[in-house]
């Protein structure tokens, strides 16, 4: 069975920093592109951010551009997301998901889904 466990969240301040993980087990995500979504209270899921399964090609959407970073240790079978300069607006679940192979920009192809896991998701709380 593939699952996805997201960890790192928790409660940041205003231009604070955190890292979450995306670890996978049962599978290997040698051969899986992770995507990085969001659901702040009362909006629809966004995707954020995504990299393909060779890690040299990674997508942000534009309100995280420059401020946060996606990379992956296959080897730990981990996708790390660092987030830093966080916003109040930054504040949501973030989940992540595994498709094969590719990014379709900065969500994993195709663009809506189905995909092959999700993570339950970790809150993210930014807030003096």
């Known amino acids: 069975q593939l699952r996805l466990e997201e960890s790192g969240g928790g409660l940041a301040q205003p231009g604070g920093s955190l890292r979450l993980a995306c670890a996978a087990s049962?599978?290997?995500?040698?051969?899986?592109?992770i995507g990085w979504f969001r659901q702040a209270p009362g909006k629809e899921r966004e995707g954020i951010s995504c990299?393909?399964?060779?890690?040299?090609?990674?997508n942000y959407e534009d309100s995280v551009k420059g401020r946060f970073t996606i990379s992956r240790d296959n080897a730990k079978n981990t996708v790390y997301l660092r987030m830093n300069s966080l916003k109040p607006d930054d504040t949501a679940v973030y989940y992540c998901?595994?498709?094969?192979?590719?990014?379709?920009?900065?969500?994993?192809?195709?663009?809506?889904?189905?995909?092959?896991?999700w993570g339950q998701g970790t809150q993210v709380t930014v807030s003096s």
């Open positions: 990299i393909d399964y060779s890690g040299h090609n990674t």
């Open positions: 049962g599978f290997t995500l040698d051969y899986y592109a």
């Open positions: 998901a595994a498709t094969y192979y590719w990014c379709s920009g900065y969500v994993p192809r195709p663009p809506g889904g189905p995909y092959d896991a």
